[in-house]
């Protein structure tokens, strides 16, 4: 079986780390990067650290408009689509790469699949959400991280090829984290010790794009008094620079990391502050409370099992959580067994022909 996995984000890549080495034991797999982020921080070294496949496409889209980014997609997908023939196209998440992805194959009657399916913030104004919502209603095979997702789902009336496989991310931790003890250097690098820092990440548009938002977060962090590590998108700095916002001493901005780096701050961490939805994922898997600075999440397992808060971007509420929010005592099972990729590819295995 030909499959065509096409992958452009952060993310993605560490969720196809997981799935595509499953995958080529058994199948051909094309590799496609869209170059939605093209930063080498934020792509290449991905690829070289976690060893996944160097794609067989690389599109080289770069940054733009929604619209612009994604019909570039588009045409350049439909013509690697229609050389290569795929039998199944796989997509993750729901990034603009995601809904480029799932709409063209389904424009030439290529099944499908989706995963990470079933997520919802409901906030309808997030191109997330938009992705999210489009892609799983053109997917042949919906594979969902949890039960909530699934059960978005079927309210929404999908109900046929939805799988609880649970979530290819905690697989790559499970896989990766041993790999970053034996080879991230970066604790000793950045003079850190063990749990002596809040470890941050800030890239949101609809945080960056605000002043008022962007600057009640850099204030909170400025005034908790803690030593605070934020490997600083590039986004961020763009907007950060260009509202003359500025960050007090105990506010250590580092450059953006490769996965193994990630996981060990996070792992080493006494908190983590975010607005990623990955991040609050990783958080939770390493068991370090997470404070979320959005309106609302997709993971709302994480919260509603205690180890997860949504502070928005109120400066006072992050100061307070920064300062006092503890975790439950247990977590509970919610993202699976950590083998969310074998069990994809024996369903893709008997599903598709």
């Known amino acids: 079986m030909k499959i065509l ?5 952060r993310p993605q890549f560490i969720k196809a780390a997981a799935v595509s080495n499953i995958i080529r034991k058994e199948h051909n797999e094309i590799l496609v990067h869209t170059g939605q982020h093209y930063d080498e921080n934020m792509s290449k070294v991905f690829f070289e650290e976690l060893k996944i496949p160097k794609p067989d496409y690389n599109l080289e889209i770069g940054s733009g408009s929604h619209g612009e980014q994604t019909g570039k997609m588009l045409i350049e997908l439909e013509k690697i689509y229609l050389k290569e023939k795929p039998d199944l196209v796989l997509v993750y998440g ?36 938009q992705n999210r ?5 053109i997917s042949k095979l919906l594979f969902v991280p949890t039960q909530a997702a699934k059960k978005n789902l079927h309210n929404e009336g999908v109900q046929s090829g939805v799988y609880n496989v649970g979530d290819v991310m905690f697989d790559a931790v499970l896989n990766f984290k ?5 080879k991230s250097n970066i604790i000793n690098l950045l003079n850190m010790e063990d749990k002596e820092y809040i470890l941050t ?32 998108h590039p986004r961020t700095k763009k907007y950060v620079d260009s509202y003359g916002l500025k960050f007090n001493n105990n506010i250590k901005l580092i450059d953006p990391v490769g996965y193994l780096d990630m996981i060990t701050l ?15 994922k990783e958080a939770f898997f390493m068991k370090k409370p997470c404070i979320t600075m959005r309106d609302e ?9 205690g180890w997860n808060v949504i502070v928005g971007t109120d400066k006072n509420k992050i100061l307070d959580a920064i300062l006092n929010f503890k975790t439950s005592e247990d977590q509970q099972n919610i993202f699976g067994d950590g083998k969310a990729s074998c069990k994809i590819l024996d369903i893709i295995n008997c599903i598709v022909k």
């Open 5 to 9: 996995t096409v992958v452009g984000a």
């Open 94 to 129: 729901d990034t603009n790469s995601t809904l480029a992805g799932a709409l063209c194959a389904s424009k030439l009657l290529i099944p499908v699949a989706h995963v990470e399916a079933g997520l919802r913030s409901f906030n309808s104004n997030m191109p997330e959400e």
């Open 133 to 137: 919502v489009l892609t799983d209603h």
């Open 178 to 182: 041993k790999l970053a003890e034996q």
């Open 201 to 232: 990440t800030i890239h949101r548009a609809e945080n960056t794009n605000d002043i008022n938002r962007l600057k009640n977060i850099i204030e909170a962090l400025n005034e908790s008094n803690k030593t605070v590590i934020l490997p600083l």
């Open 266 to 280: 996070e792992m080493n961490s006494q908190k983590i502050v975010t607005d990623s939805g990955g991040v609050q």
């Open 297 to 305: 999440t997709e993971w709302v397992e994480t919260v509603e099992n």
